[in-house]
Nanobody, 124 residues
């Protein structure tokens, strides 16, 4: 089993920045991709960004490209999401996810483990 723990989100004004982290523990041996998803109010969970085991491949949703950046530190078993130029539409519960193996995925069903989620609210 793998446990994922996200850092606390928060309430920020539009235009501000916020960074999230996700620490993995448990059976973290082997290769795994990591990703961030989010669930806006009243909507389905959606892909935000993903990163391969070695960090060489990243994928960001069109809605966040140029504003959000995913990264990881394998020595710490931690993934990060740097969010800049936040907009009210970015308001959501953000979830960290882990997928066993190298390849990325953009679907909820691609991922094997999930964090509990953390609320990010962007005020206008």
């Amino acid at each position: 089993q793998v446990q994922l723990v996200e850092s606390r989100g928060g309430l920020v004004p539009a235009g501000d920045s916020l960074s999230l982290s996700c620490a993995a523990s448990g059976r973290t041996g082997g290769t795994y991709a990591m990703a961030w998803f989010r669930r806006p109010p009243g909507k389905e969970r959606e892909f935000v960004a993903g990163i391969s085991w070695d960090g060489l491949i990243t994928n960001h949703a069109d809605s966040v490209k140029g504003r959000f950046t995913i990264s990881r530190d394998n020595a710490k078993n931690t993934a990060y999401l740097q969010m800049n130029s936040l907009k009210p539409d970015d308001t959501a519960v953000y979830y960290c996810a882990l997928k066993i193996g190298y390849g990325l995925g953009t679907k909820v069903g691609n991922y094997d483990y999930w964090g509990q989620g953390t609320q990010v609210t962007v005020s206008s």
